[in-house]
């Protein structure tokens, strides 16, 4: 089973996506964290994706990307949302330090977020 540790301070989107990836994807064991310092002690290198909110209080996405990174965790196994435009969240985190970034809400975005879940949970 694939594993996926999904961290989000938005308690509501929190629970929303991720009853959304265990409906959809059974093959996908999916960790939450609401708390981005309690996150800090499960990302680890046996993670197969890990996705993050850019936005947190204390330690925001972009600090748990480079700290996922520092750890040896493939930047091709992190996507990192937000709520925020796609120019923005383009502009925050350069092509090239994560898989991808994605707004929450777009519900395109949610199918590029399925395209890749499916695709992870198949290999």
Do not use: W
């Amino acid at each position: 089973m694939k594993r996926l540790l999904y961290v989000d301070d938005d308690p509501v989107m929190l629970e929303e996506l991720s009853r959304h990836i265990r409906e959809n994807f059974p093959g996908i064991e999916i960790l939450t964290c609401q708390d981005p310092i309690k996150a800090l002690s499960l990302i680890n290198n046996s993670l197969d994706l890990l996705m993050i909110d850019l936005e947190m209080p204390a330690v925001d996405g972009k600090k748990l990307l480079m700290y996922a990174t520092s750890l040896g965790l493939d930047k091709k196994k992190i996507i990192i949302i937000s709520g925020r435009d796609a120019d923005y969240l383009h502009e925050a985190i350069p092509m090239g330090f994560c898989l991808c970034v994605l707004n929450k809400h777009d519900a395109s975005q949610k199918a590029v977020l399925d395209m890749v879940l499916a695709a992870m949970e198949k290999k």
